[in-house]
Nanobody
Framework: QVQLVESGGGLVQPGGSLRLSCAASGFTFSSYAMKWYRQAPGKERELVAAAISSAGGSTMYSDSVKGRFTISRDNAKNTVYLQMNSLKPEDTAVYYC?????????WGQGTQVTVSS
């Protein structure tokens, strides 16, 4: 079955960096777009970044993270990454990996990112 397992979250000071990973299994990873979402307390889940399938390698970012976050994927390892630099307190949230397969959304368990001094 489809599984998405995130890792790499933690506590970091403002201006710091973290790298999130999402290991995928149960589907042909290279054929699907992979996305990172986040959800802060009391707020709706929002799309942060997306990596389209290996063809072309195009990516997209929300305005709030553009220039600071970088999404990448390693199709040989079935893993998608989110490199987060220049972190701000407002980046504090649970970060989720997402794959949408044949109309169904699949989510990981989430990883907490806390940006605080």
């Amino acid at each position: 079955q489809v599984q998405l397992v995130e890792s790499g979250g933690g506590l970091v000071q403002p201006g710091g960096s973290l790298r999130l990973s999402c290991a995928a299994s149960g589907f042909t990873f290279s054929s699907y777009a992979m996305k990172w979402y986040r959800q802060a307390p009391g707020k709706e889940r929002e799309l942060v970044a997306a990596a389209i399938s290996s063809a072309g390698g195009s990516t997209m970012y929300s305005d709030s993270v553009k220039g600071r976050f970088t999404i990448s994927r390693d199709n040989a390892k079935n893993t998608v990454y989110l490199q987060m630099n220049s972190l701000k307190p407002e980046d504090t949230a649970v970060y989720y990996c997402n794959a949408r397969l044949r109309g169904t959304n699949y989510w990981g368990q989430g990883t907490q990112v806390t940006v605080s001094s």
